[in-house]
């Protein structure tokens, strides 16, 4: 498959210095490029953080806990962190 890629001239000089000194063609690296950007990209979709998102609250901070120990604990930990409700 053919495929037509506009390059600045800045992104073309460094393609083609790059490919020059470790002996490969432009093609070559494009489509080593390609490859590793999707694979990349592919694999951050289906991250831990990204399969749970919707479990984790949005970013919304955890209510404190009833139990006066565990409200101790959650109270420094808030403080160590700069967090304010």
Request: glycine residues 6%; contains cysteine.
């Amino acid at each position: 498959m053919t495929l037509s890629v506009r390059l600045t001239a800045d992104e073309e000089m460094f393609l083609e210095k790059t490919a020059r000194r470790l002996g490969r063609s432009k093609s070559d690296l494009a489509r080593q490029a390609v490859h590793e950007l999707c694979q990349k990209l592919v694999q951050e979709e289906r991250s831990p953080y990204t399969l749970g998102a919707d479990l984790f609250g949005a970013g919304e901070l955890a209510n404190a806990p009833a139990d006066p120990l565990k409200r101790k604990i959650w109270e420094s930990l808030r403080d160590k962190h700069g967090h304010m409700d």
